[in-house]
Structure formats: structure tokens, C-alpha cells
């Protein structure tokens, strides 16, 4: 089975900074795309951020300039570096993963539990 695990969320003030780690394991022949979403109370799920096996990147307008989306191959994990943090910022953040466990199936979507994230003005 593949698993998900975020780690780095937590509690901070307005313009201060946090980093998310989501590390993939279990059963994995390659990973494709790996991303950020965010889900705020009583609002939609929406893409944070992307970024392609090869560091292809696309960032949110909502965050671009704040945020950063990095990966590392080796380790199967993507990372997300956000300074300048907003209270509306807060959200649990979701790691999505696009994942082959062998070479003869196509790949699929994987979710992490979600990690909370909190900014106080």
C-alpha cells in the first residue's frame, strides 16, 4: 500500500513562516505530479500548489510570491515553504500524489491525512 505522511503544520502569527513536508511510502514503482491543496472551514478544497517530476511548477495566485513548492526525488518528498503568512492562510493542508506501484498500471491519486495550519493576526 502507499502512504502519505504530512508533517509541519502548526500554530504561527501573521507574516511569519512555516514549512510542510509529505513524505511517500509503501509500494512505489514512480511519482508523477506532487502537490499542495488546502481546505478552510466551510470552503471548497483548492490547489496550493504543483510541481512535475522534473520541478515543473505551478503556484496559486492566492500565494504566489509567498510560497514556495520543492521536491525531492530520492526521498519521495514534496515540500512547501510558505513565508509571509496570511490569517487567511489558515487551512488544513492536503499532499496529493500521482503514483505508479508498477509499471504496468497506470497511475492514481494519492492523499495524505491533512495537516492543520493556523495563522493569528
Known amino acids: 500500500q502507499v502512504q502519505l505522511v504530512e508533517s509541519g503544520g502548526g500554530t504561527v502569527q501573521a507574516g511569519e513562516s512555516l514549512t510542510l513536508s509529505c513524505e511517500a511510502s509503501g509500494i512505489i514503482f514512480s511519482i508523477d505530479a506532487m502537490g499542495w491543496y488546502r481546505q478552510a472551514p466551510e470552503k471548497q478544497r483548492e490547489l496550493v500548489a504543483v510541481?512535475?517530476?522534473?520541478?515543473?511548477?505551478n503556484v496559486a495566485d492566492s500565494v504566489k510570491g509567498r510560497f514556495t513548492i520543492s521536491r525531492d526525488n530520492a526521498k519521495n518528498t514534496v515540500y512547501l515553504q510558505m513565508n509571509s503568512l496570511k490569517p487567511e492562510d489558515t487551512a488544513v493542508y492536503y499532499c496529493?500524489?500521482?503514483?505508479?506501484?508498477?509499471?504496468?498500471?497506470?497511475?492514481?491519486?494519492?492523499w495524505g491525512q491533512g495537516t492543520q495550519v493556523t495563522v493569528s493576526s
Open positions: 510541481i512535475t517530476r522534473d520541478g515543473a511548477t
Open positions: 496529493n500524489a500521482d503514483i505508479k506501484i508498477s509499471t504496468w498500471l497506470r497511475s492514481r491519486g494519492y
